[in-house]
């Protein structure tokens, strides 16, 4: 039996993620920008990561194209002493209510499914300080896999950049 609270929600963040394709400029990965401006930027010159639920198979290099983008705003990263925390946070919604037990990630040899997912990256960005969120957006696709699938990261990372890029794009830049 279908959950129909699930099948709202799934229908909802369906409709949501169509509308905010529309903002993306042709790439794989959609964009929206939740929270801009309400911060300090003149004062921001340095920032450090933290990954959450981020798979880490995607860790290394979703981190090293954020930092790239980031970086053309005019910032440096600096893990020790900072003016910004930036959170890059991994949530998926499977999008068939019935596979919702099924993890993405792990292979499975003994079933032909495939899963339509999506799969988001969140990015908050705080205050070190005083933990006030000054900007967040996030980037997202919609997936059809079957679990274990494995992802080329030689096309991936010029599209995780892009979207970084569009996504950042209201960030203000640091002189």
Same mark, same amino acid.
């Not at 998926?92 to 003994?110: G, K, S, T, V």
């Given at each position: 039996m279908i959950n129909p609270v699930k099948s709202i929600k799934v229908t909802i963040l369906t409709v949501l993620l169509f509308l905010s394709s529309c903002a993306q400029n042709g790439g794989q990965i959609g964009y929206t920008v939740n929270l801009c401006c309400p911060g300090k930027y003149d004062e921001y010159k340095e920032y450090r990561v933290e990954t959450q639920d981020l798979p880490s198979f995607l860790g290394d290099?979703?981190?090293?194209?954020?930092?790239?983008?980031? !970086?053309?705003?005019? @910032? +440096? =990263?600096?893990? *020790? %002493? *900072?003016? @910004? =925390?930036? +959170? #890059?946070?991994? %949530?998926?919604?499977? @999008? *068939?209510?019935? !596979?919702?037990?099924?993890?993405?990630?792990?292979? %499975? #040899?003994?079933?032909?499914?495939t899963l339509r997912y999506v799969a988001t990256i969140v990015v908050d960005i705080r205050e070190s300080s005083s933990g006030q969120m000054v900007w967040s957006g996030q980037i997202n696709r919609i997936h059809t896999v079957v679990p274990g699938e494995y992802m080329h990261e030689d096309r991936a990372r010029p599209e995780f950049a892009d979207a970084f890029r569009e996504v950042l794009a209201s960030y203000p830049a640091h002189d």
């Open positions: 290099y979703v981190v090293a194209e954020f930092d790239k983008v980031f !970086q053309e705003k005019g @910032l +440096t =990263r600096n893990d *020790n %002493r *900072n003016e @910004l =925390r930036v +959170t #890059l946070s991994y %949530r998926h919604i499977n @999008l *068939n209510a019935e !596979q919702e037990a099924i993890d993405p990630f792990e292979r %499975r #040899l003994d079933e032909d499914v």
